[in-house]
């Protein structure tokens, strides 16, 4: 079936991954200009037709799609069709990438300059890198990296054009246009715009997924864009935007080509370049407008150490495969396909399915470095309330704990087994000396003197709002590496947290509480909907094999040497617990009439932030705005809230308090689980 | 039009048609004002078989006992098989077609690169029919004797039951090879005309036998494969021995034939009165009339005679219910649905076809072959939906992808003259080196174009004007005219390659023009992916063609073959394949069947192609006409 194509769960320990090459090493050694000027020849597709960059625009224009929604725009809005021709023609103009190899090879030159100060390796799987070749002369390739970094795509790129692959077109958000001159340089490097919203403009949808679909269809190149649709700020994977995957999707399903290749890239840095930017975005100091001038601000970030960089390119994932047995392609039969139609209920939930498929491809991927788990550990340590930190020694002893647990789980953990694990340790906390420090030997995070965020600016802290909130700068910043690792510990946690919560051992009760908190959860985290049972089965396989629970026919106990491992996986999960029934108090205590979405944010941080500094919540990672927007919209999802079309554009926020109340009731385990509304095991 | 009457046709029809008519003006009485009637009246009782056998089977292709010229194991005629003669080299034998008796140079290299087949390795196959292989007849006494009584000639001899208990379906063709013999017919009527027919289904009924038409036996749909469920006595109701043009009324052009006479009989027999129905499926030398009713069949030149439902102005069956036919032969009614709609494509499962009012025309005048070459497949469509366009399309117009094309120059005859082989040798430069054409694309249109020389010259002129605009240069003649003659050879092919482990088949679809190009590719691609999969160990043959062309779209033409040495189980990987390709067929827009017909092979996809409630409109037919399924060879529903 189509879910082995993605991924297999059934023995983690037993997955297979290549091994990584650092492609900075022979940077290092040879001239990096005649790098940049080398000889270019990457494989093409087999069936493609060459063609220019300005060809496709016309291509484009001339297309059934585009010429039938520009005679039904003209027909709804009684414009001549020469006019919005003439519109379609200047969005593809703001749209289109302009592909040169010179700047590439710019970029190329430059960029391992940068690097190679920056960053100690870049590690590639040479074996994906070879499938992705392969890949690539067979049918279309849609490049799916992850998305935590600025640098994604231009690495992308880089890496392509490295080991002479096609260079890929990819979608970039508007934004980035905006940045004058560095703006047009993307788009000569393949980058191409797409407005973040454009809701009902039919005109500049059929512009755009033509364009897309004319470029992959006629093997032009690799399309790259990002299923997470934004950078996670978090660093752990969004729940993925579909329009750019229904549009790569549709040349499949109508039979325009026999597949389509979706290859998910892993992209994992070691220390991410805009570390405390992020930490601060989600505290609401808002993010920099992208500039130019800003990017040159940055480049302090030169003389600092960012370690490595991972980059996993995953196995191809045909199109094909996936939709095998799930949707029936013969329902384009009766109608022109080129009338743009709304995909019917059977596409979306495909679309949705594969795109959690291909997220999760992405996270399994993702390699952890050690640092990942010790941040975890840190920071549970820090939430226990021990000011004085963890001494070196304890936290090393975790840590080879945590390393072992989380092999068992399948998680892609880059421990060199050859360095004593103390080694490795101190090494990992070295490179992260913004957010932590060892002092007599006990290592702490850098909570105190707000930290060193901004070390140019003497201005100590004064209320203790302020200080709270360099202290989450802090929490935050570590907090992104622990999430690095959730994927790994996630479905597990959930069952931990509901053999925690349930009163009795039944199979089918824990299971009733596992199904609410996964369905509470599944904005929060990457749960492929409908997957209930499947996630149940895998934490339960997971937990048993590690030792941690017994599970029989009915019941679920939890062995001696067990307890250790679900106390660090309910803790895991406790800040969400705990932030989201922090967001149904809010809702139920404080919410007046009309409160909008635009003001929920701030509303809800005021909240948080009295409950932190009266010590009732001890998790200052509350404060993060993903995690208040995404209970919110979990609550909104179930109901518990909804949205009224009022008076102004905002739509104010309707609040069911009796089941927000109830809702966290349950998150906090007071109530025996009513029974939720999901699949019996 | 046959193989044996191509080339210098026109001249020779002539001369022909000349004799005939001093011939039959010796014989006949004057001829009868309105019409030439030809036939004799059925006279059934008071003549013993065997006379009637001695004048029928005069000027008629298709004898009783069809062993007598035909395979029982492979296609057509014993005489004529390829075989590798001890040089080594490809041979076609016997006299009857025109590639008979010739070398073929390339077959061997294109055998051998194409399906890594080798000459060493040749496949095992039992020789003759084990008569103890075969399942003794399981027969209704009853029946038996009241047939007797009627003096309508029947055998439960081995050899006559296992011819008819097949198709050619790859399936069928592999097990006789095999000597495998499953449930077969337990035995064989010859009807002579209507009457004897209408006894043979009145006696069915009355003793609950299971009826079982049979025509030409070119069924590639396991149509006439026995059910194996079926307890019954089954009886074979072979029409070829009512083969009789019964009247041509030249006043109406039309002319009343039996179901049962073969395509090129039928050509030929009006040919000799001026007159031809242009239907010619590629099957015609084999298939019958009564087949093509049957199952919707169409003609290489339905562009200007129509396909067998354009042809049809009358038709007679009979069924368990009675006969049914029309009160009148008006060209067009408007009295409800058409109730010939209910027989055409009825696939055996009403009743017996027994008689047929068809349109003839005058023999054409001028006929001339042609070719086109376009730089790629995607040209090459381009075109013939633009001929489509302009409603343009000569008698028949077909485009071959470049695979095709490939294997239609390995069937290339050796060459006479160090000139032809001179001329070859040039046109190739100027396409390849000149034109710039990459022969790993390119890819060939074959024209057929009927009618007065003026109107054919002009109507040829047209057509290159258009493929001139989409790439095509003109390719001559002789290329046109040998990609029509492959046409009969390619079945005799299939019998060599399984000599030699490769196994294949041809299917067919209808489809969007707009969806030409995507079906093409993508059913190509999906037989090598699945060939991978199931474990096949040499790449595919899997290659298409377009055959014919419609206002709305246009029949396209798949064949797949594999060399299977490797495989423990050909067929059924054989069987896999074809199943997935069908899907992808299905997926991409394209019909069930465009003139194969659904037979039992095809059965599944039927009620997603017509809906539930057209299965149940279907059913409702049958349940009313056969109650007692007589006609039980469960096909189509």
């Not at chain 2, 057509?76 to 590639?99: V, W």
């Not at chain 2, 029409?239 to 039996?258: F, G, H, P």
């Not at chain 2, 489809?511 to 040499?538: H, M, S, T, Y």
Request: hydrophobic share 40%; charged share 25%.
């Amino acid at each position: 079936m189509a879910s082995k194509v993605v991924y297999s769960h059934r023995d983690p320990m037993l997955k297979k991954r290549d091994d990584f090459e650092d492609m900075l090493e022979e940077r290092r050694a040879t001239s990096d200009l005649r790098y940049a000027l080398r000889c270019y020849t990457p494989a093409l597709y087999k069936g493609l037709t060459p063609c220019k960059s300005s060809e496709l625009k016309n291509m484009v224009l001339q297309s059934d799609q585009l010429l039938y929604v520009i005679n039904q725009v003209s027909k709804e809005t009684g414009t001549s069709t020469d006019e919005i021709e003439a519109e379609a023609s200047a969005i593809l103009e703001e749209m289109a990438h302009r592909l040169q190899l010179s700047t590439v090879r710019f970029f190329a030159f430059a960029l391992t300059k940068v690097f190679k100060t920056v960053f100690r390796s870049i590690c590639v799987n040479e074996e994906g890198i070879q499938r992705l070749q392969q890949a690539i002369q067979e049918h279309p390739v849609v490049l799916l990296p992850s998305h935590r970094s600025y640098m994604d795509f231009l690495l992308m790129s880089y890496i392509l054009y490295t080991y002479d692959l096609a260079l890929p077109v990819i979608a970039a958000g508007m934004d980035f246009m905006g940045m004058k001159i560095i703006g047009e340089m993307l788009r000569m490097s393949g980058a191409f715009f797409i407005r973040r919203s454009f809701g009902g403009d039919k005109l500049y949808w059929a512009v755009f997924s033509e364009y897309v679909k004319i470029m992959l269809k006629n093997g032009y190149a690799p399309v790259e864009f990002f299923l997470e649709g934004t950078r996670s700020r978090t660093a752990k994977s969004l729940t993925p935007k579909l329009g750019l995957l229904n549009i790569v999707l549709d040349p499949f399903l109508k039979g325009e080509v026999f597949d389509v290749s979706l290859v998910p890239v892993s992209i994992s840095y070691e220390r991410i370049l805009e570390e405390t930017l992020y930490a601060r975005e989600l505290l609401g100091v808002p993010k920099p407008k992208e500039s130019t001038s800003g990017l040159f601000k940055a480049r302090k970030i030169l003389s600092e150490d960012y370690g490595s960089i991972h980059v996993y390119f995953g196995q191809p994932v045909s199109a094909r495969s996936l939709a095998e047995g799930r949707v029936n392609r013969s329902q384009f039969n009766l109608i022109p396909r080129h009338i743009p139609r709304k995909p019917a209920e059977e596409i979306q939930d495909f679309v949705n399915d594969s795109a959690y498929r291909l997220v999760r491809a992405q996270e399994e991927n993702m390699v952890l470095k050690p640092w990942v788990l010790l941040a975890s550990l840190l920071l549970q340590n820090q939430a226990a309330g021990n000011k004085q930190g963890m001494q070196l020694e304890e936290l090393t002893d975790q840590a080879v704990w945590l390393r072992d647990l989380s092999r068992q789980f399948g998680a892609f953990l880059h421990w060199p087994d050859n360095i004593p694990p103390s080694k490795v340790v101190s090494c990992s906390l070295s490179l992260h000396q913004s957010l932590v420090r060892i002092s007599e030997g006990r290592v702490q995070l850098t909570l105190e003197q707000g930290g060193r965020a901004e070390p140019g600016l003497p201005l100590p802290a004064v209320t203790p709002e302020e200080e709270l909130l360099n202290r989450a700068v802090i929490i935050l910043s570590c907090a992104s590496y622990r999430n690095q690792a959730l994927h790994v510990f996630i479905r597990p946690a959930l069952l931990a947290s509901a053999v925690h919560a349930a009163s009795v051992n039944r199979k089918q009760e824990i299971f009733n509480t596992f199904s609410f908190l996964r369905n509470m959860f599944s904005d929060e985290f990457i749960l492929r909907p409908g997957a209930e049972v499947q996630d149940f089965e895998e934490a339960c396989y997971l937990l048993v094999k590690s030792g941690a629970l017994q599970i029989n026919q009915q019941q679920v106990l939890v062995t001696d040497r067990g307890h250790r491992t679900l106390a660090f996986l309910t803790s895991i999960l406790d800040p969400f617990v705990q932030g989201y029934q922090m967001v149904c108090r809010f809702l139920c205590e404080e919410v007046a009439e009309g409160l909008t979405e635009k003001l929920f944010v701030p509303a809800v941080r005021k909240f948080i932030t009295k409950h932190l500094l009266s010590g009732r919540l001890k998790y200052a990672e509350v404060l993060s705005s993903d995690l208040q927007k995404n209970a919110l919209a979990a609550l909104l999802r179930l109901g518990a809230v909804q949205k009224v079309r009022g008076r102004g554009e905002q739509g104010a926020l309707k609040v069911n308090t009796v089941m927000v109340n109830s809702l966290e009731d349950t998150l906090g385990g007071k109530l025996p689980t009513q029974k939720p509304v999901v699949a019996r095991l | 039009m046959a193989s044996n009457s191509s080339g210098d046709s026109s001249s020779r029809h002539q001369t022909a048609r000349h004799r005939l008519s001093v011939i039959a003006g010796h014989l006949q009485r004057p001829a009868d004002s309105n019409a030439a009637v030809l036939a004799v009246e059925c006279k059934a009782q008071g003549t013993t078989p065997n006379v009637r056998t001695g004048v029928r089977s005069e000027g008629r292709t298709v004898p009783r006992r069809r062993q007598e010229i035909m395979k029982w194991n492979g296609w057509g005629y014993s005489d004529s098989r390829f075989l590798f003669n001890k040089k080594g080299q490809a041979e076609f034998t016997g006299k009857r077609y025109r590639l008979s008796g010739m070398i073929i140079p390339g077959l061997k290299d294109w055998l051998e690169s194409t399906f890594g087949a080798s000459l060493q390795h040749k496949a095992p196959v039992t020789p003759i029919l084990n008569s103890g292989a075969v399942q003794p007849p399981t027969l209704n006494e009853a029946f038996v004797e009241e047939l007797r009584s009627t003096g309508v000639p029947f055998s439960h001899e081995a050899e006559d039951r296992v011819f008819r208990s097949h198709g050619h379906c790859l399936h069928e063709i592999f097990a006789l090879r095999e000597g495998k013999i499953g449930r077969i017919p337990d035995m064989v009527v010859w009807p002579n005309c209507h009457n004897d027919v209408v006894k043979i289904v009145e006696l069915a009924c009355k003793h609950n036998v299971c009826l079982i038409p049979y025509g030409g036996g070119t069924s590639v749909s396991s149509a006439l494969e026995c059910p194996p469920e079926e307890s019954r006595s089954i009886v074979s109701l072979d029409t070829s021995q009512m083969n009789r043009i019964l009247w041509i009324d030249e006043k109406n052009l039309t002319a009343r034939v039996e179901s049962g006479i073969v395509g090129q009989d039928l050509e030929r027999l009006l040919n000799e009165s001026g007159y031809c129905t242009g239907h010619e499926p590629d099957s015609m030398e084999f298939s019958s009339l009564g087949g093509w009713v049957a199952t919707r069949a169409s003609g290489m030149k339905k562009n200007i005679y129509g396909n067998i439902e354009d042809l049809v102005v009358h038709i007679k069956m009979v069924t368990p219910r009675g006969v049914i036919e029309k009160s009148c032969q008006g060209p067009r009614m408007s009295t409800g649905p058409d109730i010939h709609h209910f027989i055409l494509g009825s696939e055996g499962t009403l009743g017996v076809v027994t008689e047929v009012t068809l349109k003839i025309r005058p023999m054409p005048e001028y006929q001339k072959y042609g070719s086109v070459v376009f730089p790629n497949f995607e040209q090459g469509v381009a075109c013939l939906r633009e001929v489509a366009r302009q409603r343009c399309a000569p008698a028949s117009i077909r485009l071959m992808d470049n695979e095709q094309f490939k294997f239609g120059h390995a069937l290339k005859p050796q060459v006479s003259s160090i000139f032809t082989s001179f001329l070859d040798g040039l046109k190739k430069f100027y396409i390849t080196k000149f034109k710039g054409f990459d022969p790993n694309h390119l890819c060939v249109a074959t024209l057929l174009f009927e009618g007065d020389r003026e109107k054919v010259l002009q109507h040829e002129k047209q057509v290159y004007d258009i493929a001139a605009k989409f790439g095509g240069l003109a390719a001559g003649e002789d290329n046109g005219q040998r990609g029509y003659i492959m046409t009969f050879v390619i079945a005799y092919l299939r019998d060599l390659g399984m000599d030699y482990y490769v196994i294949g088949e041809s299917f067919e679809t209808s489809v969007p023009w707009d969806r030409v190009l995507d079906i093409c590719r993508n059913v190509k691609a999906r037989i090598v992916r699945e060939c991978k999969d199931k474990g096949v160990q040499f790449p595919p043959l899997s290659t298409c063609r377009v055959t014919q062309t419609y206002d709305a779209g246009a029949c396209v033409y798949f064949y797949f073959a594999f060399n299977y040495r490797g495989l423990s189980d050909p067929v059924h990987v054989y069987e896999q394949v074809e199943h997935a390709a069908r899907e992808e067929v299905l997926a991409n827009g394209g019909s069930l069947s465009h003139h194969h017909g659904v037979g039992k092979l095809r059965k599944e996809w039927m009620r997603e192609t017509v809906s539930t409630v057209g299965m149940g409109m279907l059913q409702s037919v049958k349940d009313y006409v056969d109650p007692n399924n007589i006609f039980g060879n469960r096909n189509l529903l």
